[in-house]
């Protein structure tokens, strides 16, 4: 079945760095787009970016533009998202996600917490 495992969250300072994966099992990862949301806590889920097939990203939101950097390894059936100089409202948890034949399918999330 499709699985999507998100790692590399954590604690990290303001201006600090994390690169989160997400690897997907269940499916032909190469032929779908593939998508980062953020869930902050007492918000709602949002998006962050989309990668397509060729690794193209696209629909950065506008708080992340210039920060973020999402990328995929066809070949490792993984997705990234690179976050660079990381601010106390990125706190939240990232999902990574995807859509097969209609229904969206969704990680379990990675905390991500921005705090000095």
């Known amino acids: 079945q499709v699985q999507l495992v998100e790692s590399g969250g954590g604690l990290v300072q303001p201006g600090g760095s994390l690169r989160l994966s997400c690897a997907a099992t269940g499916f032909t990862f190469s032929m779908y787009f593939m998508s980062w949301y953020r869930q902050a806590p007492g918000k709602e889920r949002v998006m962050v970016v989309g990668v397509f097939t060729t690794g193209a990203s696209a629909n950065y939101a506008d708080s992340v533009k210039g920060r973020f950097t999402a990328s995929r390894d066809n070949a490792k059936s993984t997705v990234y998202l690179q976050m660079n100089n990381l601010k106390p409202e990125d706190t939240a948890v990232y999902y990574c996600?995807?859509?097969?034949?209609?229904?969206?399918?969704w990680g379990q999330g990675t905390q991500v917490t921005v705090s000095s």
């Open positions: 996600s995807t859509v097969i034949s209609g229904r969206r399918y």
